[in-house]
Every structure is written in C-alpha cells, then in structure tokens.
C-alpha cells in the first residue's frame, strides 16, 4: 500500500484497472482516515464532550454509512445502513431491540439532515452509570461513544 495515496480521485485508474487490491486499499484508507481520526476525536471528547460530540458522531455514522455503500449493491441508503447496523456494527443478536432503527432514525438522518441527534444521544458512562454501554430511555437510545467505535472497529 506505499504507493497509493488512499483518496479515491488519485487511486482511480489503478483500482478499476486490479479489483483484488479493493479491500487492502479500502482497509488501510479506513483505518487510516476513519479510525484515528476518531479516536483522536473520542479523546477531546473525554476532556469537554461538549465540544466534539456532533462532530464525533456525525463522524462516525458517516463512516457507517460509508461502508454500508460498499457492503450492499441493492437497496435505498436507509436499508443499505440498517442492515449493515444489524450485520456487521450492532451486536448479533443484539440485545437493545430497536436500536439498529434508531441508529439510524434518531442517529444518522437527525445528524445528516438537521446536524443534532433526534433523541437519545452519546455520552460516557462516567456521567450516566445506566449507559453500560446502552441505556434505553422509552424510545430514547443513549449510547456510549467509545463503544461505538469499538463497534466500529470491529465491522470495519
């Protein structure tokens, strides 16, 4: 991977020229440019979560979107994102019924389309004990930033 640059518009050419080397490329510019990018985010956010938690999660849920296009051929975005919540990011099964809809409902499309979460949100279980690592509020999700991209890290 020395001799690419990771960003699509430079790559081009040689990746539509060798599909076998789509997913090392793919990888290695995810955890690269997704990965510690966040990570890095996640650490602000545990010094002033104030600051970096619209940008941490609309992040993250842009990287799920992300590898969602890429996991699927058919489908619209929104069943593309669910079904890669339900096979790859969220446990299986997963123990928070409803959480894969509201990742996306309350989550991504909150973030997406009017830049905050619809309902429920991130935060640490330092400040809420009950966020181990989701806590279900009526159909409130509040979800543990780490864990998410632990989860990340995992289907990526």
Not at 2 to 7: E, G, I, N, S, V
Not at 62 to 87: I, M, N, P, R
């Amino acid at each position: 991977m020395d001799t690419w640059t990771l960003y699509w518009d430079y790559d081009r050419d040689r990746l539509q020229k060798d599909r076998t080397v789509w997913v090392d490329w793919l990888e290695t510019r995810f955890d690269r440019h997704v990965l510690g990018g966040l990570s890095q985010i996640l650490k602000q956010m545990q010094a002033s979560e104030v600051d970096w938690v619209l940008i941490y999660a609309h992040s993250l849920f842009g990287a799920v979107e992300g590898l969602s296009s890429f996991a699927y051929q058919t489908g619209d975005d929104g069943d593309k994102f669910k079904s890669f919540c339900k096979d790859y990011f969220l446990p299986n099964p997963c123990p928070w019924v409803g959480l894969a809809a509201a990742v996306y409902h309350n989550f991504r499309c909150g973030l997406a389309h009017g830049f905050g979460i619809e309902k429920g949100g991130l935060t640490f279980r330092r400040d809420d004990p009950r966020v181990n690592p989701v806590f279900v509020d009526g159909d409130s999700f509040w979800v543990g930033p780490d864990w998410l991209l632990e989860r990340l890290k995992a289907s990526g």
